[in-house]
């Protein structure tokens, strides 16, 4: 038996050796396509297949949908759930990648050309992919791609599958469905049309029939075409067989019916979510939707079967959904009152930040700003911000007017406290203490309300168990904020994450209170000049310091008690202005917040009437306000706008009678008033251009006249600052220190938070600690000669020269003034230059800052030659040919550039430049075009042994081996 065993072996073995030698992916028969194609099915497909699967169920676990927005279609439409799965999604590109190298068959079969060939022959010889399992490779790498978020890489995929299997219809229909999916989710809505309009021109085979539906249903779900949609959601949910998909693809039919006005279709839509047992989470949304779409007439019955819905502990993490229901019927039977009701209800016994409670609040909020209740609109969007998406519709809305309101509120906050205190200053005493003891009364209540709700919460996390089993999810905590917690696992930075910015300004309230957002808000003195000579033109925000308001001496230790001690009516008398002083600083504060109200109910919410209101009970009541003459200029304005000129007219009478002084009389009487309202900054932006052309060329004589026009025509342009620094730094030039002095103090007083007010300060400084100032001209010539004092000296030069060495790293450099040109629009075209132009090398491209200008430098040369071959192709690029010419270039090395300032100024190395580096001609157009360094897979070149033909003796030609980084397979562009 052995010998038998031991005869068989040799050519048992030889044939194995033959068979692999035939499946080699260099030879296209029928046993190695059916070799590669079962290797690729069972071995490494089906990891990547598992891999997939498990990404997508860690996907779906994971994923937190928002109920009372439209679905997406696809889990990554939501940017929470974007990153899971991501791992296994990796794992499966990675094994489909390696199917792809190994078992990809691109090699033609051999034809017999004796025989004659039929379409279905012609069609089989023009494939550029023989191995006929290998396009669910792609296929899947494709998916992958797509789930993981990688849509670019997805596009790219699916791209050369389409042109990979473009003479199989199927795959070719397939790969297209998903190609113009991707581009949906991009937001590319014309290359999605481009793709489905190609397609549409042929049949849809029935293998890609079931993609397609998809494809479509998210493209009209993606342009708002609910109709459509709904047709193509109901094909896809006759197709899927996953009930827990179905369930969210039923709820997701449900709203689309819902805003098609087809409440009985919605609310069948709903039963059949519910029908299909999913998580409680979608149960119970879909039973809160079900509410929101019956008939009418039955809104009594809704209503008590959610307040049922309410009563249940399982429902106690949803409370803040159930009141929103509630709310929305009332709002729908146009009953406001109850509908904020039922919203604050549900905002209070909210047990977490979420994306509902945000979305209530929301509603809540718009509905006190169009009641022109501004204190709880802020509350409410204030709230809401650090609980919802930035890509919901009306957030932006949103977020602008809590800007506005963090303005506003505070001054109508005042308006209100100051009126009711001024009010009880006049009531007899026992009257202001009845007021008082009610308002005690009303606080121990809430407290002892506070109290029970906390008990109850208490209680409840002591029974712990029972309840949890009723109660699928939900987290228990109380209603107060609270920090972004370690589950959300968001990479991105701190202060783009909404909840964690809301905690921060949560945090900073109650620690400060309620501050104007403003700059340096813990510094009196908000300028760099500490000198008392400046005019104190501060606000009481101003004055404002990290100590709390200016207290009286320490009193005794009882009566201290008894202020501090809000159940006390001492804490309250406390406050009542029932002294002259008292009530002459109540006065004061009710003035500054009418005139501030109304000047922001004009400006930005353009609530006319409100403005009118407030402005003209400041004129009324205090005729003597400090700032009367802006109101009246505000007034005059807003009247205007009204169309009501004849009271407009009133105000410039009033002004020029009793405000002859005033700037803002000047600013109304002036002719050029409404020339400078619609021409006013191109005019004054074309007059600086010009004076600082002419405070460069030494022409000082037009600097003050033109300076002189600023002042009487543009006392409040932007360019203000500008105008007062060139003035005072002429004037200075003339030998009038003081007057230079003047313009400096002005522009820090004015203008603090300006670029210019810095070095106006500094210059104040100086002379005030015992330096001289000294006139002269200051623009880029004197940068451009300047190096450093100690190195002046002949001697010091010598011992270190410029070198003319043309190897090593080399710069382009821009040298100029930031007042010259627009730095940002420079920068900006110098990137996009680089990128677009140069796709084999990055240019390092950064802004120096120098004393008196700016420098930009452009590294990653490798030599003189490259630096000046890109030197010679940027001066060739019209858009930045006007923005360069404003600067001084050179071509300098990095050692060269060190020496810059010190020992060598521009000026010298550009004499140097024209010596030894002008007459050097480039020797090659093509350098920039090759990578600057090669990098091999082990650090070094691979070589290869040439191959021999046995028969002919001759090198056999290469074979191009099969990898992904090919050109072949380059998913990169299409």
């Known amino acids: 038996m052995y010998k038998r065993f031991k005869n068989m072996l040799p050519p048992v073995v030889s044939g194995l050796l033959v068979l692999l030698t035939a499946c080699s992916t260099q030879h296209n028969t029928a046993q190695s396509r059916w070799w590669h194609a079962f290797n690729t099915r069972y071995n490494v497909y089906y990891n990547a297949s598992q891999a997939y699967i498990d990404g997508c169920l860690e996907k779906e676990n994971g994923n937190q949908d928002n109920y009372t927005d439209l679905l997406p279609l696809y889990y990554i439409g939501n940017k929470g759930s974007l990153q899971l799965g991501s791992g296994q999604f990796d794992k499966a590109i990675e094994k489909c990648r390696k199917a792809i190298q190994l078992h990809s068959i691109k090699r033609h079969p051999v034809w017999n050309k004796q025989r004659r060939k039929t379409a279905r022959d012609t069609e089989w010889l023009n494939r550029r992919e023989y191995n006929p399992f290998l396009w669910k490779a792609w296929l899947l790498m494709g998916r992958s791609q797509f789930q993981k978020g990688d849509l670019e890489e997805a596009v790219s995929t699916f791209s050369h599958m389409s042109r990979l299997y473009a003479t199989q219809p199927a795959i070719h229909q397939k790969a297209q469905a998903w190609l113009a999916k991707c581009h949906v989710e991009l937001g590319e809505r014309y ?231 001024l009010l009880l200053a006049t009531l007899p005493e026992d009257q202001r203490n009845e007021a008082i003891d009610r308002t005690i009364a009303a606080l121990k209540r809430k407290e002892k309300a506070e109290r029970a709700a906390a008990e109850g919460t208490e209680t409840v996390s002591a029974a712990g168990g029972n309840a949890a089993a009723n109660r699928p999810t939900g987290d228990r905590r109380t209603n107060q904020p609270t920090f972004p917690q370690a589950q959300d696992k968001q990479n991105t930075w701190y202060f783009y994450n909404p909840m964690a910015v809301n905690a921060g300004k949560e945090t900073f309230r109650r620690i400060w209170g309620n501050r104007q957002n403003t700059d340096d808000w813990q510094r009196k003195n908000k300028t760099v000049v500490g000198s008392t000579d400046l005019t104190d033109a501060s606000t009481p925000a ?343 010419a404003k600067a001084h270039s050179l071509i300098i090395s990095r050692a060269n550039l060190e020496l810059i300032g010190r020992q060598f100024s521009y000026a010298d190395y550009q004499a140097f430049y024209d010596e030894h580096f002008a007459p050097i001609k480039l020797t090659r157009n093509d350098l920039l075009n090759q990578p600057a360094e090669l990098i091999y897979k082990d650090g070094k070149p691979t070589t290869t042994v040439p191959q021999t033909d046995k028969k002919t003796g001759k090198a056999k030609p290469k074979q191009k081996t099969v990898d992904l980084n090919d050109e072949y397979y380059d998913l990169e562009g299409f």
């Open 191 to 421: 290359n999605a049309e481009d793709v489905i309009r190609n397609m549409q021109r042929d049949s849809i085979l029935w293998q890609a029939q079931k993609e397609w539906d998809y494809t479509l249903t998210d493209y009209f779900l993606h342009i708002k075409d609910y109709a459509r949609a709904a047709a193509h959601l109901g094909r896809v949910i006759a197709r899927e067989q996953r009930h827990r998909q179905k369930a969210r693809e039923w709820f997701l039919m449900g709203q689309l019916q819902s805003r098609l006005n087809r409440p009985q279709e919605a609310y069948k839509a709903y039963a059949r979510v519910i029908a299909l047992n999913p998580p409680y989470e979608l149960e119970f949304n879909a039973r809160i939707a079900m509410t929101e779409v019956m008939a009418d007439g039955q809104q009594r019955q809704t209503i008590a079967k959610l307040h049922r819905m309410a009563a249940s502990d399982k429902n106690r993490d949803y409370l803040e959904q159930v009141f929103y229901a509630i709310g929305n019927i009332h709002l729908g039977q146009k009953d406001t009152l109850r509908a904020i009701r039922a919203y604050e209800e549900g905002g209070r016994k909210a047990q977490k930040n979420s994306w509902s409670k945000g979305v209530l609040l929301q509603r809540l909020g718009d509905l006190y700003w169009s009641r022109q209740r501004f204190g709880d609109a802020r509350r409410c969007y204030t709230e809401a911000i650090g609980m919802l998406d930035k890509s919901r519709q009306g957030y932006q809305q949103m977020t602008e007017r809590s800007v506005i309101l963090d303005e506003l509120v505070p001054f109508t906050d005042q308006i209100a406290l100051q009126d009711s205190l």
């Open 542 to 884: 101003a004055n404002d310091t990290l100590a709390a308001p200016t207290a009286p001496e320490k009193p005794k230790a009882e009566d201290t008690r008894a202020e501090s001690d809000p159940h006390k009516r001492e804490y309250y008398l406390a406050q009542i202005p029932l002294t002259e002083a008292q009530q002459a600083e109540s006065h004061r504060l009710l003035a500054d917040a009418l005139f501030h109200s109304g000047v922001i109910f004009k400006d930005k919410l353009d609530e006319f009437t409100l403005s009118r209101q407030a402005l003209e009970r400041l004129e009324r009541e205090f005729p003597q306000f400090e700032q009367m003459d802006e109101a009246c200029y505000h007034l005059y304005l807003l009247h205007a706008r009204m169309s009501q000129m004849a009271l407009a007219d009133s105000y410039i009478e009033r002004l020029k009678q009793h405000f002859k002084d005033s700037k803002w009389t000047a600013v109304l009487t002036d002719p050029y008033f409404k020339e400078n309202a619609v021409m006013g900054q191109q005019l004054e932006d074309s007059l600086y251009g010009a004076t600082y052309d002419a405070f460069k060329a030494g022409q000082y004589a037009t600097v003050n006249a033109n300076r002189a026009v600023s002042d009487k025509r543009f006392p409040m342009g932007a360019n203000r600052d500008k105008f007062l620094f060139i003035g005072g730094l002429s004037r200075l030039n003339d030998g009038d220190t003081h007057a230079c002095l003047a313009d400096m103090q002005q522009l820090v007083a004015d203008h603090p938070t300006s670029r210019l007010s810095e070095l106006a300060g500094m210059i104040v400084n100086g002379v005030k600690a015992g330096r001289t100032p000294h006139g002269g001209p200051l623009h880029m010539d004197q940068l451009w000669q300047r190096r450093a004092a100690v190195m002046s000296d002949s001697d010091s030069i010598a011992s270190v020269q410029l070198s003319a060495d043309t190897q090593g790293e080399y710069l382009y450099i821009l040298v100029y003034s930031p007042d010259s040109l627009n730095e940002n629009q420079l920068l900006f075209e110098m990137a996009r230059y680089n990128f677009t132009n140069y796709l084999v090398r990055n240019f390092e491209l950064g802004i120096v800052p120098l004393e008196g200008g700016h420098r930009m430098e452009v590294g990653g040369f490798l030599n003189y030659e490259e630096a000046l071959l890109y030197a010679r192709q940027l001066a060739q690029q019209q858009p930045l040919k006007g923005l360069v």
